[in-house]
Nanobody
Framework: QVHLVESGGGSVQAGGSLRLSCAAS????????MGWFRQAPGKEREFVAG???FYADSVKGRFTISRDNAKNTVYLQMNSLKPEDTAVYYC?????????????????WGQGTQVTVSS
């Protein structure tokens, strides 16, 4: 069982940066593959980043996913933010590799943190 709590969201102007954190409970955090998703109003939840090097095309080169197993935490560094990045951002955990984009393959989800980018 893994409990995930996101933090670090907020409001920023276009071109700015934010770093999201996702703290996980449980002693088996290092066993999980972690990912980030986002959901904008009126849209489906979409994949953003996963593992250590896999990114959606829309964020490639601007976002970086990383993790610190000693702190049971995964991060999402977001640079050069655009208004279209505005969404609720969720971290998610899965035990097995597969289709990064398939939400159903993730076993645990956080409650989300709001990111708002103004132009």
């Amino acid at each position: 069982q893994v409990h995930l709590v996101e933090s670090g969201g907020g409001s920023v102007q276009a071109g700015g940066s934010l770093r999201l954190s996702c703290a996980a409970s449980g002693r088996t955090f290092s066993s999980y593959i972690m990912g980030w998703f986002r959901q904008a109003p009126g849209k489906e939840r979409e994949f953003v980043a996963g593992g250590s090097t896999f990114y959606a095309d829309s964020v490639k080169g601007r976002f970086t996913i990383s993790r610190d197993n000693a702190k049971n935490t995964v991060y999402l560094q977001m640079n050069s933010l655009k208004p279209e990045d505005t969404a609720v951002y969720y971290c998610a955990a899965r035990l097995y590799a597969g289709n990064w984009y398939n939400r159903d393959e993730y076993d645990y989800w956080g409650q989300g943190t709001q990111v708002t980018v103004s132009s």
